[in-house]
């Protein structure tokens, strides 16, 4: 699998990347045996970049990422983790947790501060079982923005400095906040979730030529829209960004899919590798929940899709002229 370099850092990716929400109970509970086959399937097909966060099953999934890759060489693997918000013990008192469908052992605490960005990371090492961190990244700034770049940029900066981690960024959604982040800062990498997929293109207007412009990379999660370009063919009661899609949403992925069924290409093929056509996106990220999955998303990550397809999509209308996409030169043996 290939591997693009983050920014001006020294750290690597594979352009498919493990996303490590779904190892943390999203949804619908993950047992460990089932976590460790997906995670043992993940590393036979190629990927070697992991993604984690605290957030995720309240450390569950970094848990679970950790005790695979500790087993593997250490230079063999990418892995990131997230900071701002800090777990705090409680008792779960028989409860689940808010978001992970696991027992509600920890509350989560808002903090971009530099002390909490510190015991973040050192709660995650620990959690993990890890020497280091690769890529760290604020998490879900959005509604604590101002914190984030004011006080927790710069102690991300300041672990990069001293070789705690190798590259800093942010994952969001908000492509506007993270044109800020890039403008205003010295970040390597940015995390975007669901903004530059086969559905949404906002991303073009400020987000990737600001990167573009400033050498800095972007990792595209959330390329499915949380359920609706998952399938070949978008059924009704799909999710589009983790709520039931929308009648006009729900039109426009199954012409997406119409035209990929043409040549012969599953939707979600086409979904993975658009985005990796802009000269700004180091890789995808995807997350996985068995190991069924992984295989159905390494054989959809190997498709071959002729460049007639991307303009078949921009002839219909459904491809923002501003995407770069092969052209049909590429289409030539």
Not at 181 to 204: F, I, K, Q, W
Not at 244 to 266: D, K, M, N, Q
Not at 298 to 326: C, H, M, Y
Request: proline share 6%; hydrophobic share 40%.
């Amino acid at each position: 699998m290939e591997r693009n370099r983050l920014g001006r850092s020294d750290v690597h990716v594979t352009e498919l990347g493990f996303g490590g929400g779904p190892l943390g109970g999203l949804f619908e509970p993950v047992d460990d045996d089932t976590a460790t086959r997906t995670l043992e399937a993940a590393w036979d097909s190629g990927i070697r970049y992991f993604d984690t966060s605290p957030h995720y099953g309240i450390g569950q999934s970094e848990r679970r990422v950790g005790a695979l890759l500790r087993g593997k060489p250490r230079d063999a693997w990418t892995l990131s983790t997230k900071v701002g918000r800090v777990l705090v013990p409680q008792d779960p008192g028989g409860r689940t947790d808010e978001a992970f469908e696991v027992p509600a052992t920890h509350r989560r605490v808002w903090d971009f501060t530099r002390d909490g960005v510190l015991r973040s990371v050192e709660d995650s090492l620990t959690r993990m079982g890890v020497d280091r961190i690769d890529v760290l990244y604020l998490h879900d700034a959005e509604e604590h923005f101002e914190d984030a770049l004011r006080d927790g940029y710069p102690a991300l900066a300041e672990l990069r400095a001293q070789g705690t981690v190798g590259a800093v960024g942010a994952g969001m959604y908000h492509t506007g906040k993270l044109t800020r982040l890039v403008e205003e800062t010295d970040v390597d990498v940015v995390m975007l979730s669901g903004r530059y997929t086969l559905l949404d293109h906002s991303a073009l207007d400020d987000l990737l030529p600001a990167c573009a412009a400033r050498g800095v990379s972007v990792l595209a999660a959330s390329v499915l829209n949380s359920g609706v370009l998952a399938t070949p063919r978008p059924s009704a009661g799909a999710t589009y960004d983790y709520a039931p899609a929308g009648p006009r949403t729900l039109e426009r992925a199954r012409r997406l899919a119409a035209v990929c069924e043409a040549h012969g290409v599953p939707l979600p093929a086409a979904a993975m590798l658009f985005p990796l056509h802009h000269p700004a996106v180091a890789g995808v990220v995807v997350g996985m929940r068995s190991a069924d999955e992984v295989r159905r998303d390494t054989d959809a990550f190997g498709t071959k899709i002729r460049a007639q397809l991307w303009s078949d999509l921009r002839g219909e209308g459904l491809l923002d002229t501003r995407a770069p996409v092969p052209g049909p030169q590429a289409d030539v043996p």
